[in-house]
């Protein structure tokens, strides 16, 4: 009764807007690991456990890396008999509470997911109807990140239910970030900002660089797809709210140079950097990608600005992200089944950026080049810039004013 008494209570609480109450929270794309690309419903209390230690011992903490996300299958089939969620028994027998213990004595946040809809995607209890027990259940566990999905949701205004557990969210004073999954349906990055801090622009990732529609079934997008989804987005993005191309495919069976051209554009496009594979075991390689510090400082640029794609030559793209201090960050991609070469005169492409209202012009100032994923300086702008990029590959910059 007691409960009941406290969320009437709360529901009519007039609070500030979501942006107002989390000023503080994601000012940069977060950055994580979740449980579905690699384990769908298959996890339990020792695996995520694992993965905890394996984000720490790996270095992926060091690297910036903080969440621990539980995605779908983590419930019971039902609600218990005061209507409130609960975990399943066999999975996670010490319940939720003592797993996101356990990942913050590491130094890590913890985060979890649920649906808008009356069942989650793999039809466990949904949210619709129990916003605000649902959300206080929440914050008694200890969460720190709650990841939104869109099932079984026929007749729901996805606004109007994204709303109402964001503000459900609010009124527990814990900071919890809020990651909106509509997968773009009803264009969320228009009105995203003062319901939460990410949301979903595409259908799900799959593991392919380009994934051919089947008209017969659902499939997943590729890398190349997604990013052609974001790329005119960029207007929505920046600081607290962040446009989020899906999770990373990274160490998931894709080759190195899809892997190393999957997590250049993810931080060119300024995205939220949530790994999806197996972090218990990894190859020197993935690691390598997913802790690139240089990659991961552009994606973690205190500007938020989203990259820009520049130019489209045969294949060969050029995008632009401008960052703190007058630097900049620029990634040739390679979208093409054979190598390309690149010849770039510097001083022929004065770049405006409308959006940030910079300018980069090597006729007025000089920049130096870092390969960010070589580590090896390029020269400097000064003379035109030549090189042969693979097949879905990169070649990464970063620009520092001299």
Not at 18 to 44: C, D, E, H, V
Not at 223 to 232: L, R, V
Not at 287 to 313: E, W
Request: glycine share 8%; charged share 20%; net charge positive.
């Amino acid at each position: 009764m007691k409960r009941i008494f406290i969320v009437t209570l709360l529901i009519v609480v007039s609070l500030p807007t979501y942006a107002q109450r989390n000023k503080s929270l994601a000012l940069t794309p977060p950055m994580g690991w979740n449980s579905w690309n690699t384990f769908g419903t298959n996890i339990n209390e020792k695996l995520i456990k694992e993965v905890a230690d394996a984000m720490v011992s790996s270095g992926m903490k060091a690297a910036g890396y903080k969440y621990i996300i539980i995605d779908d299958g983590w419930e019971a089939h039902h609600r218990d008999a005061h209507q409130d969620l609960v975990a399943d028994p066999k999975k996670f027998p010490h319940g939720i509470k003592a797993l996101a213990d356990y990942i913050h004595s590491l130094g890590l946040k913890f985060g979890i997911y649920n649906c808008a809809g009356t069942m989650t995607c793999a039809r466990y209890p949904g949210g619709r109807g129990h916003e605000y027990e649902d959300a206080l259940t929440y914050a008694q566990w200890g969460v720190d990140y709650l990841k939104y999905d869109w099932c079984y949701t026929k007749g729901i205004n996805p606004e109007e239910a994204y709303l109402t557990m964001s503000k459900a969210l609010r009124v527990t004073h814990r900071p919890i970030v809020f990651s909106l999954c509509d997968w773009g349906f009803d264009k969320p990055w228009v009105w995203g900002k003062s319901v939460g801090n990410l949301w979903r622009v595409s259908n799900d990732i799959g593991k392919g660089w380009y994934i051919k529609p089947n008209p017969h079934k659902w499939t997943p997008l590729g890398i190349s797809q997604i990013i052609d989804i974001d790329a005119p987005l960029r207007q929505y993005a920046g600081p607290g709210h962040w446009n989020d191309p899906d999770m990373l495919e990274v160490g998931n069976g894709l080759p190195v140079n899809e892997d190393r051209a999957h997590f250049s554009m993810w931080a060119m496009l300024a995205a939220p950097l949530i790994a999806g594979n197996d972090l218990r075991h990894m190859s020197k390689e993935t690691v390598s990608v997913l802790t690139n510090k240089g990659v991961i400082a552009v994606d973690q640029d205190s500007l938020g600005i989203q990259g820009l794609r520049y130019q489209v030559n045969d294949s060969l793209e050029t995008w632009v992200k401008p960052l703190e201090h007058g630097n900049w960050a620029v990634c040739f991609l390679n979208r093409a089944s054979a190598p390309k070469k690149l010849k770039f005169n510097w001083k022929d492409h004065t770049i405006t950026d409308t959006l940030s209202h910079r300018i980069l012009d090597a006729n007025k100032s000089k920049y130096t080049l870092r390969n960010l994923w070589t580590n090896k300086s390029e020269g400097t702008t000064s003379r035109t810039l030549k090189a042969e990029i693979p097949s879905h590959d990169v070649l990464m910059l970063y620009l520092k004013k001299k």
